[in-house]
């Protein structure tokens, strides 16, 4: 065969790069990393979204499911109620409007529902054995994730049946309760035994599971509701949010009045208010103390709560309630403003001197947050403030002991409890598994692939996917679902937009950009394309980190 310079006409006088070894000029070499997303960063589960939105936008339905599973067993449910943070996050909201990966997620779940999907089996069977106190998200999710791998687990629930805040807290209207039992149902199938009715707290009931049992998880949530004690209170017309909402959920609908009050500024206070609207109140104005951009209540619920007729006060502070002449009641509220910001990031509410309104009311419902009860056990754990104290583990004080949830934390998020439940199980596989899994699947070395890392050339600008949603007018009639979800065809759409940021989807820029020929192309086994770097052909000239459209290669600098 003949040489490469036989063969090139004589006009052309560079060589190529197997005639002229290259890679002695570089001072830097690229390196092919599955590099992480900003995403990922935020999302509490650690949930891999580049990698299984990649799969939905090819098609790969249930492949993106189980890789959304390996993580969170409810994608139906955290569809509906997450927070979203990996959204705030997203690279592309700089670009034009962020992925809707919510919505994604949840389209993924119920496919799952709709088709019968099973979750993976679970691991080779150990003879440890795991109590866990609580069946809220963060229970649920460590039992998850310890049954898969191969633990045995039993949960002790003091209510009768498994959940906790999603089943007891949110309305139907937020989370169908055929959607909820659903998801649980498919990670009970597992093994998982649940002891209903079963609550846990005493010290000899502490001791004897601690015994029987090689670990304990603890996640009994904050279950106390706070208190305001307003002069007044004794009228008889003030309900607590918490137990407000679970009569509700339990099928116990309250009676409701005419002109109902909330108090407070999160997802309660705004459940509560919607509820009421649907009970039948007339008017109903939710009462905070700061301002709209500081409710802790999800934007689209507030959103949604205006459409559907709620009022919202704010800068207002209740002080008393007091009882007019002819039965009626008011409640008297001082005038509020913004000062500095306090231990929260938010800017502390001052009161304003001698200004006082009042606000006709014929029901007050108080939902200004709950408290973790503190288990009363002998060897007590170490406290941080009014919760659990546990490590960067999930584990407290008294060794083989760990908590999560909202029993060690004040974020009061679903997924922030199921990511607390994941870490426990993966330290807990630790114990006995010790470095034979040292999983270091959430333990990021690295910081996330940036907006300017991405080569925006190689994307078009469209708009996010939005939710559909029931007509407000119908809303308040019932409490069927609002958020109404996506199409099959709205998903796929909304998966291409994702940049994939520090995936490699095989795009074959880096092969086809090189000038040199430096990047071989072959296969892994798997299906899936494999890039190779020439090392005596590389020159190090990054062309093809620039035209990654993913930030998926990087320079890693060389000393000659």
């Known amino acids: 065969m003949p040489k490469a310079a036989e063969v090139i006409p004589t006009i052309w006088t560079t060589l190529w790069s197997d005639a002229n070894n290259t890679g002695t000029w570089r001072m830097a070499i690229p390196v092919y990393r599955h590099r992480l997303s900003p995403c990922r960063l935020s999302c509490p589960v650690g949930g891999t ?24 067993p409810f994608p139906a449910v955290t569809g509906r109620v997450c927070h979203h943070p990996c959204e705030s996050a997203c690279n592309r909201s700089q670009f034009d409007e962020k992925v809707s990966i919510k919505l994604l997620e949840r389209y993924l779940g119920d496919l799952a529902l709709e088709k019968g999907w099973s979750l993976p089996e679970k691991g080779l069977a150990k003879k ?126 309250p009676k409701i009045e005419k002109k109902v009050i909330v108090i407070g500024g999160g997802n309660t206070a705004v459940d509560a208010a919607r509820v009421a609207r649907r009970l039948g109140a007339e008017q109903v104005t939710i009462v905070y103390r700061r301002t709209e951009a500081e409710m802790p209540s999800q934007k689209s ?149 940036t907006y300017k890392e991405v080569n925006t050339f190689y994307f078009s600008r469209s708009q996010a996917v939005k939710n559909n949603l029931l007509q407000a007018t119908e809303r308040v009639q019932n409490f069927q679902e609002v958020q109404l979800g996506i199409s099959e065809g709205q998903a796929l759409n909304e998966a291409a937009r994702c940049f994939n940021c520090g995936l490699c989807v095989q795009c074959d820029n880096c092969f086809y950009f090189c000038p040199d020929m430096a990047i071989k192309k072959g296969n892994s086994g798997e299906g899936e394309k494999e890039y190779i770097v020439l090392e005596q052909y590389c020159k190090g000239c990054g062309l093809c980190v620039k035209e990654c459209p993913r930030g998926a290669i990087v320079l890693k600098e060389e000393l000659k």
Not at 167 to 173: C, E, L, M, S
């Open 49 to 72: 979204i580049p990698v299984w939105a990649d799969k939905l936008r090819n098609g790969e339905f249930y492949e993106a499911w189980s890789e959304i599973v390996a993580n969170n």
């Open 301 to 449: 619920e507030i959103l949604e709560a205006r459409e559907e007729g709620v009022e919202f006060l704010f800068l207002a502070s209740p002080v008393r309630i007091e009882k007019e002449a002819d039965n009626g009641y008011r409640l008297i509220c001082q005038k509020m403003r913004l000062g500095e910001k306090d231990a929260s990031g938010r800017p502390r509410p001052e009161a304003v001197p001698q200004a006082y309104f009042p606000l006709e009311a014929d029901q007050i419902i108080m939902a200004i947050g709950s408290d973790a009860v503190i288990p009363d056990i002998s060897e007590q754990p170490a406290l941080n403030g009014s919760l659990l104290k546990v490590d960067e583990k999930q584990e407290t004080s008294v060794e083989g002991m760990f908590a999560g949830g909202d029993l060690t934390s004040n974020e009061r998020f679903v997924s922030s409890a199921l990511g607390a439940g994941k870490k426990a199980a993966k330290h807990i596989d630790r114990l006995w598994a010790g470095s034979l899994r040292n999983d270091n699947s959430d333990n990021y070395g690295e910081e996330a692939v």
């Open 128 to 253: 440890q054995r795991v109590a866990i106190i609580g069946g809220g998200p963060a229970g649920l999710s460590a039992a998850y994730q310890l049954t898969l791998r191969g633990y045995r687990v039993e949960i002790f629930e003091a209510k009768q049946m498994p959940g906790g805040l999603l089943r007891y807290g949110i309305p139907p209207y937020r989370l169908p309760r055929e959607v909820l039992d659903g998801e649980i149902d498919r990670l009970l199938q597992l093994g998982i035994q649940v002891h209903t009715g079963s609550a846990i707290n005493v010290d000899e009931e502490y001791r004897r599971l601690q015994k029987d049992y090689d670990a304990l998880f603890i996640a009994t949530g904050a279950q106390r509701p706070r208190k305001l004690h307003l002069s007044g209170s004794d009228f008889g017309i003030v309900k607590d949010g918490l137990d407000f909402l679970f009569q509700v959920n339990n099928g116990l609908a």
